[in-house]
């Protein structure tokens, strides 16, 4: 078996975010100004793919968040208990640097989050993503993610399906 090209750890200070370029300005923004102090805020967690030389080349955000009950489509919204909401895990931004595009990161970084959400000690009903385009709505709904019936960007997937798929 290969071992994977990249390992993915948690964002420290040390890792250089300076040269990560994935081609959206709001996601590179975001990560070379504002991701270290959210976490210091404790309102998000941030998860970076790294090559053996230590080259960051990808990540991936993950927050606690909700789903109102009646924002879940009819069928799957019934077999849940009657709260108001569910408890979810929000992947905010998932963004793979342009020099490491079309190798398949994005979807390993996409297991690993949903890994740590399905395994995390704090239950949550699913993971929910905000797709910020029809082609990243595509790459989600690929990967087995359900969109909201009145907001077709905003997909989640059901935790209980990673844990049936990742036991078996």
Not at 9 to 16: G, I, N, V, W
Not at 72 to 92: N, T
């Amino acid at each position: 078996m290969k071992e994977a090209p990249f390992r993915v750890a948690s964002l420290e200070e040390q890792h250089d975010r300076t040269s990560f370029y994935c081609g959206s300005e709001p996601l590179d923004g975001y990560f070379q100004r504002q991701v270290t102090q959210d976490i210091r805020r404790r309102v998000t967690a941030c998860f970076v793919a790294l090559t053996y030389e230590q080259c960051l080349v990808g990540y991936y955000t993950l927050a606690s968040a909700s789903l109102l009950l009646s924002d879940l489509p009819a069928a799957i919204g019934k077999k849940l208990p009657r709260y108001p909401s569910v408890p979810a895990v929000r992947m905010g931004r998932l963004a793979v640097d342009q020099n490491f595009k079309g190798q398949g990161l994005g979807g390993a970084l996409l297991a690993d989050a949903l890994d740590r959400a399905a395994n995390a000690e704090i239950a949550a009903y699913a993971l929910v993503v905000d797709a910020k385009d029809e082609s990243a709505a595509s790459f989600y709904r690929h990967h087995g993610f359900i969109a909201l019936p009145d907001s077709t960007r905003t997909l989640f997937l059901p935790l209980a399906t990673v844990r049936k798929y990742s036991h078996s």
